[in-house]
């Protein structure tokens, strides 16, 4: 089954401080493309950060960057400086490079404690 | 520049019900998929249709079908709605096929009584 799996149903983290999303994937393309959403309270899902499966460098994005491991099919996200307004559910999910459909993960719930 | 917009924001409806719901794209963007997200879940991939094709359907039975205008815009209809049809329905917009990135609308929450 082509499935994405997020362990971490809710995290919290001091704000400032640094926090670590974890997701794993399974997949039997070689081509294909990672994805970190946020889904603030407002229900707009919102585009954080993208890893392309051919690139070797892990991507970044301010304050958001990831750690991409292709052989083990892992794709975490870690934000650095958590801010309140980080806080919300983030989503990991996979694109393949011919079927464009998005699978997407359970989700993880973001606290900020101020 | 508008971003992804959908209508209505909210809908209750019985079951044995039809429901519509609309989507309209970024302007550009030719290619429109539909989510459906059950609360306390991620999206589930319904629909893709791209230049009015339908270019790609998720796991779901036939009660549920859409369709892509001339302007892009589109449509999810679903017939005979069932308790398990309630959810955040989520529209999302891309400049073509297959392009990366996808713009979400803020979604139709849809109940189901």
């Known amino acids: 089954a082509q499935t994405v799996t997020q362990s971490q149903p809710e995290m919290s983290v001091q704000e400032a401080e640094t926090v670590t999303l974890s997701c794993t994937y399974d997949?039997?393309?070689?081509?294909?493309?990672l994805f970190w959403y946020k889904q603030p309270p407002s229900r707009q899902m919102i585009l954080v950060i993208r890893q392309e499966a051919y690139k070797q460098q892990n991507a970044t994005e301010n304050r958001f960057s990831v750690n991409f491991q292709k052989a083990a099919k892992s794709f975490s996200l870690k934000i650095s400086d958590s801010q309140l307004g980080d806080a919300a559910m983030y989503f990991c999910?996979?694109?393949?490079?011919?079927?464009?459909?998005?699978?997407w993960g359970a989700g993880t719930k973001l606290i900020i404690k101020p | 520049d508008a971003g992804v917009t959908q209508s209505p924001t909210h809908l209750i409806k019985t079951r044995g019900q039809h429901v519509t719901l609309r989507c309209s794209p970024i302007s550009g963007h030719k290619s429109v998929s539909w989510y459906q997200q059950v609360l306390g879940q991620g999206p589930q991939f319904i629909f893709q249709y791209y230049e009015k094709e339908e270019r790609g359907r998720g796991n779901f039975p036939d009660r549920f079908s859409a369709r892509q205008f001339p302007n892009y815009s589109s449509e999810l209809n679903v017939n005979a709605l069932l308790l398990g049809d309630s959810a955040l329905y989520l529209c999302a917009s891309s400049f073509r096929e297959g392009y990366n990135e996808q713009f979400f609308g803020p979604g139709t929450r849809l109940t189901v009584l």
């Open positions: 997949t039997s393309e070689s081509d294909y493309y």
């Open positions: 999910a996979r694109r393949g490079g011919s079927n464009y459909q998005l699978i």
